[in-house]
Structures are given as C-alpha cells and as structure tokens.
C-alpha cells in the first residue's frame, strides 16, 4: 500500500534531524516529569505534551512531515491549556506561550524542507502565516504584563491629620521617618507631577567606606537614610562612621570614625540612620549643646557635638555607652544595632538585633533607655524580669533568647509612649522551650512608658510564631479622622501583609481583628495557636497559592515547581514548619511590609506601601542529619560560620533545638535562580487611610537587572521584584521611592500610581530617601549602598536631586 504524502520518509536534512532530537530530547523531560506531577495529582498538561513532543520529534528525525503538524498541535494545546489557567494574565501566559513559540519558529522553517520541491512555496507560505500568528500571541503575553494601574483616587475623601512629633519635617528631615510619628511625609511641594520630568542631579558624596574586596562577595547594605536639621546634612556609613555635609553642595564638614572592627558585622553591615538631640536650656555655643546619637554594630551608643562631630565628653564613657552590659557572653556579631534609637523626653531608647537562627540561648533580646545627655541608663526591659529596672542584679544576666527589637521604634512625646515593633524569640522556627513571657510579647507592637520603662499595653500579630514573621517595619503615627473628630491612632503593617489600625493610647483596634482558624500540624501541633488575628482593615497579602500560580520562563521550569508544590506541605498561611517534606511560607520573611514601612500622605488621607510577594520553601532538617551535611555551627563556636541567609537558599544551626532549618527564600530553582512564583514578586499600593480601601496598586520594579542565571535581561517589563526600603510622599503630590532590585529611584504620581521620572543609580537603591530645603530650593537624597541579600550591586555614594536653577 503506498504510504501518505505525511509519513512517506522525505527529504532528511542536517537542521530537520536537528529539530527533531530537540523536540523529542523536551518531550521526554515533559513526559518523564509530567508524569510524576500527574501521579502527586496535578496538571496531565506536561505528560501529554510531553508526549507529543516525543512522537513530533520522532517523525521529525524520520524527515516526515506529520512530525511538524504534531508540533502544532501541541503548541496550539499549550495556549489553549495557558487561556484556561491564565485567563489573559501575561505572566501566567509567558510559560505557555514564549517559549513554544520560540520551538514552533524552529519547526516551520524546517518544514519547507520536507516537502517536494514544487510544494516548498506554499508549504513555507503557510509556514510563515502560522509563524506570524504565533510570534503575535507570544507578542500579546508580554503585552499584557505591563498594564498600567487602575485608580479610584475620586474615592478619596482628603483629612488632615496632624503629626503628634516635637521634630517636624519641613525645611529639614529631623528623623529618620521624618519624625518619631513615623509618617514619612514632606509638607514641601515645589517639586509636582508637572516639574519632575526635570529633576535633575544636584551632587554626590562618596562615603568611602566600601568592603575590602570584592563587593559582590561582601555584606554590606548601608540602608541609611540621612537627616537634615539646619544647614548640615547627617548619615552614618554601613559601618557606622558618622558624616555631616553641607545640604546644598554634598561638601563634608566633619567625620567621625568609631572604629568597628569587621568581625562584629552580623548578617549585614548596615546603619539605617542616627538621632538628632538639642539639649535642653543648653548655651548654643557650649560643646555638644545639639548631638548626634547612632548605635553601632559592635553594640555601642555613640554621641557626638553636631557642629564638630567631636564625641560628647559628658555622654557615657568618651562619649560611647556599650549597651552589652549585663548581657553576659557575646560573641562579635551576635549583638549590633542597625536601626537609629529613638528619642522622647529626653531618653535614648534602642533595641538591638540579635543574629538570627543561631542558638536558643543567644543574648538577651532586652529594650533600654539611656539619658539622652549623661547616657545613664534610666532603665532596662527584660519581658523575662520585669522587676529588675536597671542592670541585672550581681552574677546574672539579661534572659537569654528573649524577643528583641532590631528595626526602630516610634514615639509620642505627649503620652510619654515609645511603641516597640518586636521580633521573634532566637531561633524562629521552632518554639518548644519558650517561656510564657515570650509567647506573650514576642511579634507584637508593645507600648512602653519612657520614664519608667515598663510596658502599657500590646499588640500581638502573631501568636507562638514559627514563621519569622517579626515586625520589621516603624509604626506610622496619626490622629486617625473618625465620624466628626480624631482619634489618636497607630498604624502598623506586618510581615504577613495585615495592616492594622489601633488606638495607640490603649492598643484596642479601631477597626476590627478577626481570630480566623488556621493549621495545627507540623512537629509541634500543640504549641501551634487554633486561630491567628487578621486585620479588617486592609491586608497586602495575596490569596491562597495554588499550582497554577507556579510558574517558570519555559514548561519545564515551570513543571518542576509545579511537582516541588505537590511535594511540599501547604495549607494556606500559617502552614506549620515541617521536617519530613519542605514547607510553604507564604508570604515569605521578607513581608508583606518589611523595615522600609510605610508612608502617608495627611492631607490627602493616603497610605503609600511597597511590598514583597514571594513564599519561601522550607524545611527543619533533624539534628543528626543537619551535623551529616554539614550545617554551619552558631557564630560563636569554633567551627564558624554564620547566617549564610540569602542568595538562593539558607542553612542555619538552632543549635539548641531538635532541628536546623533550611530556607529557600523566595523560593528559586537550583540552575536558573528563577522563581517558582508567578510574577510580580513585589508592587507599591495606595490605601485610603479612612477606609482601608485600595485606590490604586501596580507592580513594583522592572526586570532590566534580573533574568536567569543571574544574567540582566535590561527589559524595561515591569515584572514587580523584591524591594527593601521605604518610601517618602510629598505635599507636591509625589512618592519618592527607589527599594527594587532594578537600581532606579522613582517619582510616581501618588493620584494615579504612574511613574513620571526615574534616574538610574550608581548602586542598589536599598534605603528611604529624605527630602528638604536649601535656599528655597527643595531637594531629594537617597543613599545607593546596594544590598548582598538583595543582589543589587554594593556600593557607597549619596545622591541629591534637585530642580535646575
């Protein structure tokens, strides 16, 4: 019988074999994986293209032409597969679209070459039509990952909320959030959506204080955000040397090296900001009449005189207080203060980081205040012995792994209350041995009295935390409009998205708090909580993951995150910790809201807040397997090692627990480092602060620095990436923000959510800017220190924006 013009054997050249062997090599990598997904239950997508795949790339070798028309029809079930998922989401299109289509080029220009010469015209003319419409819908995926934001802004009834603080921004920036209200809000407005186009850089100031080395292989991540009070600027380095400018022209008037060794770097070198202090009833002329305060990451308050950078001869000891007193043991890098103190009635309250996933006896987490001109110690707070009010009494120590507060605390000079975001006990994921003092204060917002040290009232988000979900960000001051009036109010966003609004003179919620039911499994399902409280205000959380929304720049990236889904343990959020399989965390350490917080606009009524939305992918690894693989040792014991966490994945000790654990932050696969989660990973929102509702929301972060393999693919997509840092917003109707991975700082209308500007930075913009004035003349500046963990290039320089003369 003869055989049909589609399986008679033609014509089989060097490039059909070749596109044969690569179709048949991808179906068997589909087919091999896309049967295991099937069989954890999951998509059949992946086994029956796989499979014809194989059979197209068969006929292919064969020189057939049925092997191409079976390539089209998989490509045409990869879309229609892809619209069924992804409705007409673009990322969600991009794994069933672009790279198919890249396959389906290669097989219509190998077509023309299985037909007999006289048909070879008519076969590369249909070629080409189906070429065409494949190149359009892959052109029509990307097309629509790039839409602009929706906005509600006629929604928005405008407020004036006033800002409790004795240091007020306005000319200057007097605090590291503006002011101890934390709103990160400028009353300056000549810059506007109008003007910004030709903003334009005013100067740069090069800090010096770099990493020897390599800097892609250091720690750094400067964070600063700088002050401006008068006519001097104020920054500390990411080792805590202590620069004062000229506001105007970047010129250095004085500098200040306190000399921390590098040994006492703990997961980063970082000085988010220092304090500003004018003593009161002191001669203006008189040393040290106005100081400045920073902690540093060898655990030191340092002051110094503000006009001369000279350390304060009446503070502590040669102007230095070393706040591990009455700790017991340290280690260099277990204790280090990153985030600047705050300072109400004249008492320097710090907390201090405590390095993550060392050991359960880590130093004490406890909070202390100083006298802001003598730096005695007026007070201490160890949630573990709340009697003790000072140092611990002789032969003991501050409770040891106790919750601490690493980012910085808010202040309200009236009612006398500094409010503590706190962290987690040492070691996150795993509670076992926490006291009951611990459970109670541990992730939540607590109210302390600054005279007496001793707690009013707290706020808990998350009970008997095993996530790391500590509260990273300040909490934003307000006085909140209600029905007629205002209500002194506090708004605090999480880690876990939540956004919660509570009176912050008793910590009751102004708007509800719901005990939502979540998992009590894991390897301790009886110290896990039944319920959890969710805000009803607003929450920048996403809904539950589902294997859909895994995803990968090809089918096979994506098949591969699909099975580790169907592996792992995930029942939503709040999925316990889990040692026989990985486990989901969702949203991941990172937030939600993370130290960068959150900015709002008073009069306009508005909350601006940048997010991250990524899981991580977890595992706590038993003991005895943790020390066969060869786990890093807590950072004091002699084989070393410290965090490791970043990058593509974490290991860290618990020593003292039953387990180690594993993260894979962000959740990336092992080759590529993509991520297993559709995009956008991060995004910036607009929130009515009366309401809670979303006025606009968007993607945050282009793609122009990220690709696989850690190659820059430079694309101006606005993929959403990570971000870590805040932003500022001004009376001229502007955010300011940089924060993302793509080295641009950004000027977005704050009507709208559009970007009106952008300029590129030297390094990674991971820090807050501050504005103020000059000479009339409004000003930007934003440090571009970079961030290791970030991935963004590290780097020292301080760059001021201005409008032309």
Known sequence: ????????????????????????????????????????????????????????????????????????????????????????????????????TVLLVLVLLALPLLRPERWRWRTAFGASAVMILGVAIAGFALSRVNRPPASTMPGVIASTVADPSLLRPGSDWPAYGGSYAAQRYSPLGQITPANVGRLERAWVYNTGDMPAGDPRNSKYGAETTPLKVGDTLYLCSATNILIALDPATGRQRWRYDPQVSDEWIPYTAACRGVAYYAVPNAQPTAACATRIVEGTLDGRLIAVDARTGRPCADFGTNGAVDIKRGMGEVAPGMVSITSPPTIVRGVIVTGHQVLDGQKRTAPSGVIQGFDAVSGAKRWAWDMVHPDWTGDPPAGQEYARGTPNMWTTASGDEGLGLVYLPMGNSAVDYWSGSRSPQENAFSTSLVALDVTSGKPRWRFQTVRRDVWDYDLGAQATLVDMPIGGGTVPALVLPSKQGDIYVLDRRTGRPIFPVQERTVPRTGVEPQLRSPTQPFSSFHTLAFPKLEERDMWGMSPIDQMICRIQFRRAEYQGMYTPPTADRRFIEYPGYNGGTDWGGIAIDPVRGIIVANYNNMPNYNRLVPRAEAEREGFPRPRDEARGGDMGEGGHGSRDPQAGTPYAIAVNPGWRLPLTGLLCKRPPYGGIRAIDLRTGRTIWDRPFGTARRNGPWNIPSMLPIDIGTPNNGGAVVTAGGLVFIAAATDNLIRAIDIRTGKTLWHDTLPAGGQATPSVYEVNGKQYLVIMAGGHHFMETPIGDALVAYKLPD
């Open 1 to 100: 019988m003869p055989q049909s013009s589609a399986t008679r054997p033609r014509n089989r050249s060097l490039f059909v074999i070749l596109v044969g062997a690569i179709l048949a090599l991808i179906g068997l990598v589909l087919a091999i994986g896309g049967a295991w997904l099937a069989v954890l239950g999951g998509s059949f997508f992946y086994l029956l293209v796989g499979l014809l795949l194989c059979a197209a790339g068969y006929f292919l070798i064969r020189g057939r032409t049925l092997g191409a028309w079976l390539y089209v029809g998989a490509w045409l079930l990869s879309l229609i597969w892809g619209l069924a998922e992804a409705g007409l989401d673009g990322w969600g299109l991009i794994p069933f679209a672009i790279g198919p």
